[in-house]
């Protein structure tokens, strides 16, 4: 690297406010904990990525748990904002819906390494973290699960279980992270939108009248 730009990225670290270089800690090491793994990465990797000593890192963050923590606060009140924000916006359910599922997917290129760490390394939190974090998803889903009740109250979903249907449109969305590359052929919002047209009308064809119908599997435990 030549001497200039190392001077020039000096000057810049220097003159961070306290917030800012406590936001660039948490970034760094949420794209640390997705390159190596939470469990690999050290307080050593996170101050040596950073540019700082590892005692001046410890000024900021008591432990490796407690950036852990941030990056889930992070992450859920991302999710939590952009949908408060939007539900003063008179959307119809199903565009709720299509955002809901296009907040996650997009988050997947922009906060990759914040995605990777909310759904794989919640049990490594203390437990009084794991308290706060489960309040703010229970919230979170309480909102989607209240955008499905009211497009069933108003006709644009068909009669069917609101918990259900938010546990389906999570599971869609919230794995996409493990195959999903921006490099990929379709964009976030994209596949965004493929899912919410898989929920809104299936993959099925539709049939002609007196068509062969699809039979009711049998849900019964075989013996």
């Keep these: 690297m030549p001497k200039t730009e190392t001077s020039s990225i000096r000057a810049a ?3 961070m406010s306290a917030d800012e270089r406590r936001q660039q800690i948490i970034t760094t090491a949420a794209q640390l904990f997705d390159q190596a793994g939470y469990v690999n ?6 101050a040596q990525a950073v540019g700082l000593a590892k005692p001046t890192l410890y000024h900021y963050f008591q ?13 859920i ?14 959307l119809r359910p199903e565009q709720l819906l299509l955002e809901v599922m ?3 997917l997009e988050l997947m290129e922009t906060h990759h390494g914040h995605v990777r760490v909310f759904f794989e390394h919640f049990r490594e ?3 009084d973290a794991q308290e706060a ?8 889903e309480a909102m989607v699960r209240d955008l499905f009740t009211e497009g069933i109250k108003t006709g644009v979903f068909r009669e069917t279980d609101p918990k259900l249907a938010t546990l389906a449109t999570f599971g869609m969305c919230n794995w996409a992270y493990q195959w999903y590359h921006s490099s990929g052929e379709s964009r976030s919002r994209e596949i965004a939108y493929q899912f919410w047209s898989y929920l809104m009308d299936g993959v099925g064809r539709p049939r002609e009248l007196g068509a062969p119908t699809v039979s009711q599997p049998d849900l019964t435990l075989q013996k």
């Design 41 to 46: 990465t050290t307080m050593d990797d996170i």
């Design 102 to 104: 296009a907040d996650v």
């Design 77 to 90: 009140d991302l999710l939590i904002v952009r949908h408060e924000k939007r539900l003063g916006a008179s």
């Design 133 to 140: 974090i489960h309040r703010k998803r229970d919230h979170y």
């Design 125 to 127: 939190l203390p437990p």
């Design 13 to 15: 670290r220097r003159r």
């Design 63 to 75: 432990s490796k748990d407690e950036i852990l923590h941030w990056i889930h606060e992070e992450f």
